[in-house]
């Protein structure tokens, strides 16, 4: 079967799976960029965010940072490990950013259930609606990524289309430095 | 063992002792990222919950982007076409951030808006929360 021209074409001096992969990124810049710009001047406008904010749970957020701080180490070893050609180790490694993805989301239902029992729903005011907005908009892109991952480490397993092993960690690390951000605006910043 | 074999081995084992190494910078950064914050609140410092909040995330990002997703030796358009939409972000806060962070200017009031930061400040006065009832958006 022929190979998809995303892997053999190079024409902008890199391969144009990974340019195509950093256009998905720059138009989610602009997409989160946007998103925590107006999160930025409600809370900077509005002092009493800060008193809503003051109902964040910051332990299970400094978890959650945690869990995504580590699954990007597995997926940057995971990378290490296709540019060797080792496809087997490259899938473990994938298979544990999985982990990392899945744990992530099991602590952030634990803590929106808790906080929807608490009354604090995305129709209570605005601090809850851009809380829920962002955090979900994060976690739909967590989802995402993993099922691409589970797909992408099929492959690896036996030694094919390890190129987008880097790609899926390209937009991992991404999706880790989106909640880097996050932290500290919704969690810390009370 | 080759001495090409060894050579390749040393550049391996080389490599991943860069990546932990960045990895247990970030968990540093990580750890003082929330105890920052808790001690500028028992010192009444602002300042230090910024920077440490702030400052820290910008520098765990930039370790990020730099050594995981390996911006450092990416092709230089590459930056650039993500430093593009990073400024698009920073015309927009800057359109928009008068009319949303100031309620009111020369000719115009936001009413809304002030009013329902001043019922949010009292009730949070008034019950030492300012979630009950607050079912009102502004704006």
Not at chain 1, 119 to 131: D, H, Q
Not at chain 1, 152 to 173: F, T
Request: with cysteine.
């Amino acid at each position: 079967m022929a190979k998809p021209i995303a892997t053999t074409r190079s024409a902008t001096t890199i391969p144009t799976g990974r340019l195509a992969v950093w256009w998905v990124l720059a138009s989610e810049v602009v997409i989160f960029g946007g998103l925590l710009a107006s999160y930025i001047m409600h809370r900077l406008g509005h002092p009493e965010f800060g008193d809503y904010a003051a109902h964040t749970n910051t332990a299970i957020g400094a978890i959650n940072t945690f869990v995504l701080l580590t699954s990007s180490y597995f997926a940057v070893r995971a990378h290490f490990e296709a540019e060797q050609g080792r496809g087997k180790n490259a899938a473990k490694w994938l298979y544990a950013t999985i982990g990392g993805a899945l744990a992530f989301l099991c602590i952030k239902s634990y803590e929106w259930t808790h906080e929807i029992q608490e009354g604090f729903t995305i129709t209570r005011n605005a601090f809850w609606s851009f809380y829920y907005t962002a955090a979900g908009l994060h976690a739909c892109h967590v989802i995402g990524g993993a099922i691409i991952m589970a797909i992408i480490a099929q492959d690896a397993k036996k030694n094919l289309e390890l190129q987008r092993v880097e790609l899926i960690g390209i937009y991992w690390h991404f999706v880790d430095v989106v909640w880097i951000f996050l932290f500290p605006l919704l969690y810390i910043a009370k | 063992m080759s001495e090409g074999a060894k050579h390749h081995h040393e550049h391996e084992a080389e490599h991943i002792r860069h990546y932990t190494k960045i990895y247990v910078i970030l968990l540093v950064l990580f750890l003082v990222s929330v105890a920052g914050p808790v001690v500028g609140g028992l010192v009444g410092s602002k300042a230090l919950v910024l920077i440490t909040a702030f400052g820290i995330a910008l520098v765990k990002a930039y370790l990020v982007c730099a050594h995981f997703m390996h911006l450092n030796i990416e092709k230089r358009y590459i930056g650039y076409l993500l430093g593009t939409t990073l400024v698009f972000m920073f015309l927009f806060f800057a359109g928009v951030s008068p009319d949303v962070m100031e309620h009111r200017g020369r000719n115009w009031e936001n009413v809304a808006a002030k009013q329902e930061t001043a019922r949010a400040i009292a009730e949070h006065a008034a019950h030492g929360d300012g979630e009950h009832g607050g079912g009102a958006h502004h704006e």
